[in-house]
């Protein structure tokens, strides 16, 4: 079997932090493929030894030459969201190109329990994983909670001015950085181990909006107020906002998915994975402080 790991998207920040993590737990540079729509973006890693392979999730044909001779291929999801499952079309491309290229292992970043998720972009991820275990070839797959980061879309704005309107309603949310996703990725897939496993990858606790709140207004020195609304309300104000219908449905589902406490989960896969304690929320905050204050 080969031991080469090729990393789709590996243009964008998840795929970018695997391929670090990769070299840092000593994955050589000739055992890494990334892969990208745009080859030229990745000119830098080319220059460090890293082989660079084009692949477009549109281009099946491409793909399966892409593919050819890799050991493992992580499918990064894409970020198509545009309600014509077109994401779901491209991840499914990349799986039979997989297969059709011979590959020997399939990994893919998932979310947690998408059987039961409210979030209106579930389909996509738990159809994918079912046509990755339909393929019956050893696979990985990274069920990653919600990322510290994902606060960049609300939070600078609520902290300009002073309050955050949400329909989650005492609902809590267990989050984790990039950066450890990644490494938590990176750590499963430089073992050798061909056993098929599922991660469920949270941060190590849950807090309310309230409590994210809290942490904001006392890294910024801003105060932070959270205003509930209706699900109708928080519609109504992204609409008024000019926020596109397709982005819509999709924020108002998480709205949902919070409330439902289906977001709060905590496991201790992404700790057992990086060896260590993930960096929780405040941390985070602090550190990329001037980046909400707007």
Known sequence: MS????????????????????????????????????????????????????????????????????????????DAMDGVDTRLKQHRNAVASAVAADVKRIAYTSQPNPDSSLLSFAPDHLETERAIKATGLPHVIFRNSWYHENLHRSLPHALKSGQWHSATKGGRTSSAGREDYAEAIAAALATSSTDSRTYTLTGPEALSNEEIADLASRVTGKPLVVVHVTDEQFVTGLKAAGVPDVFVSALASIEVEVRAGNLSIVTDHLESLIGRAPKRLGEYLQEARASYIV
């Open 3 to 78: 031991d080469t790991i090729f990393v789709t998207g590996a243009s964008g920040q998840l795929g970018q932090l695997v391929i670090k993590h990769l070299l840092a737990r000593g994955v050589t540079h000739e055992r890494i493929i990334a892969g990208t729509r745009n080859p030229e973006k990745l000119a830098g890693l080319a220059a460090a030894g890293i082989e660079v392979r084009k692949a477009d999730f549109e281009d099946p044909q491409g793909l399966t030459e892409a593919f050819k001779n890799v050991g493992t291929v992580l499918i990064i999801s894409t």
